[in-house]
């Protein structure tokens, strides 16, 4: 079964620390904790100094909660496979990433990671799952930039994130 310690430490390593981008929707940002994810899942009165105040044990923790133990994760049998949705799922959103699995493995798409879900990702091979997933997520932040040219400040980020492979 996939361990969250080894999938988070490569998520930490793509977060970085403190940033306050105007073009950024999610407001201030730490450890990719971003101020508009803290207001609605945590506390709504949070400010930019609760985010830069942040400290890394405190977004494992939250990342943990809403991300790895949200999605079932550690039931997913291959760890790069769950590293990368979990990486995915941190930065496009839980029901985004794992609708982009559930495409994959041919089931419907509802971005929910039931017990379905987490079935048809364990008989996949990883290499493809891999490589499809990386295709279907470059393709979803081109499209984003596409729809709104203010956020081609972020392609060169977001794509180099998508073709994280899990490894």
């Known amino acids: 079964m996939a361990q969250f310690g080894l999938a988070i430490a ?3 390593k793509h977060e970085g620390v403190y940033n306050h981008i105007a073009e950024d929707k999610g407001g201030a940002t730490n450890f990719g904790i ?3 994810f803290y207001q609605n899942n ?10 830069k105040n942040l400290t890394e044990e405190e977004a494992c923790k939250i990342y943990k909660k809403f ?20 990486d995915s799922c941190v930065n496009m959103g839980n029901q985004q990433a794992i609708k982009l699995s559930q495409r994959i493995c041919n089931i419907k798409d509802d ?3 039931g ?3 987490i079935e048809n990702i364990n008989k996949q091979n990883t290499d493809d799952f891999i490589n499809k997933y990386i295709g279907l997520q470059e393709n979803f932040y081109l499209d984003l930039i596409k729809n709104n040219p203010s956020q081609e400040k972020f392609k060169n980020g977001w794509l180099n994130r998508a073709r994280y492979n899990g490894k």
């Open 111 to 113: 971005g929910f990671c």
């Open 115 to 117: 017990k379905i879900t």
């Open 67 to 86: 991300f790895w133990d949200f999605n079932n994760l550690d039931a997913i049998v291959n760890q790069q496979i769950a590293s990368k949705l979990f």
């Open 10 to 12: 490569h998520t930490l």
């Open 42 to 51: 945590i506390n709504s009165n949070a400010n930019n100094d609760i985010i």
């Open 34 to 36: 971003s101020l508009r």
